[in-house]
T-cell receptor
Framework: GAVVSQHPSRVICKSGTSVKIECRSLDFQATTMFWYRQFPKQSLMLMATSNEGSKATYEQGVEKDKFLINHASLTLSTLTVTSAHPEDSSFYIC??????????FGPGTRLTVL | AQRVTQPEKLLSVFKGAPVELKCNYSYSGSPELFWYVQYSRQRLQLLLRHISRESIKGFTADLNKGETSFHLKKPFAQEEDSAMYYCALSLPNNDMRFGAGTRLTVKP
């Protein structure tokens, strides 16, 4: 149980386009999901906390208009990277939270912006 | 397939007792492994990484390639060590694979 999926696993796009990444909790409902960004050889960086039915809470330094987060249902949160640029190329990981059990991480999405 | 397994979802020890959080990995290449910790109401944070061979907050973890393990150990647990611990495997392309996590409770 407690499986989190992400789609797509890899995406390559041209600079200036927008990319949507989906995070799904497959066998449980998650009122809270998290979006992380992984820089090479560095620790995860929390980008935002996504709460079902309300606006996401962004970490300091993360552009809200750049990284749009929608958590429209208890099993799906989406991260849209708008007008992507090469510096947005990274590994994005989501996690879904189950109270008292912790966070369950998705497999990640590798974004490459050309 | 690359996989990280943390067999214990819950682990409870008494203060002052030794603690070991198990992590096993499946990876054919040369692994780079991490331990992350999340204290209550705080964000996930890096605890240690095997390549630095450091000890953070009294925790150590040794990579055992023969057993494909990276267990996290501390000789004397403290109450403030109570948290969620995640073992993670970094792949050559910097993708990460996380274990399911172990909730450690240190009782007084």
């Amino acid at each position: 149980g407690a499986v989190v999926s992400q789609h797509p696993s890899r995406v390559i796009c041209k600079s200036g386009t927008s990319v949507k990444i989906e995070c799904r909790s497959l066998d449980f409902q998650a009122t809270t999901m998290f979006w992380y960004r992984q820089f090479p050889k560095q620790s995860l960086m929390l980008m935002a906390t996504s709460n079902e039915g309300s606006k996401a809470t962004y970490e300091q330094g993360v552009e809200k208009d750049k990284f749009l987060i929608n958590h429209a249902s208890l099993t799906l949160s989406t991260l849209t990277v708008t007008s992507a640029h090469p510096e947005d190329s990274s590994f994005y990981i989501c996690s879904a939270s189950i109270p008292a059990l912790g966070q369950f991480f998705g497999p990640g999405t590798r974004l490459t912006v050309l | 397939a690359q996989r990280v397994t943390q067999p214990e979802k819950l682990l409870s020890v008494f203060k002052g007792a030794p603690v070991e959080l198990k992590c096993n990995y499946s990876y054919s290449g040369s692994p780079e492994l991490f331990w992350y910790v999340q204290y209550s109401r705080q964000r996930l944070q890096l605890l240690l990484r095997h390549i630095s061979r450091e000890s953070i907050k009294g925790f150590t973890a040794d990579l055992n390639k023969g057993e494909t393990s990276f267990h996290l150990k501390k000789p004397f647990a403290q109450e403030e060590d109570s948290a969620m611990y995640y073992c993670a495997l970094s792949l050559p392309n910097n993708d990460m694979r996380f274990g399911a996590g172990t909730r450690l409770t240190v009782k007084p």
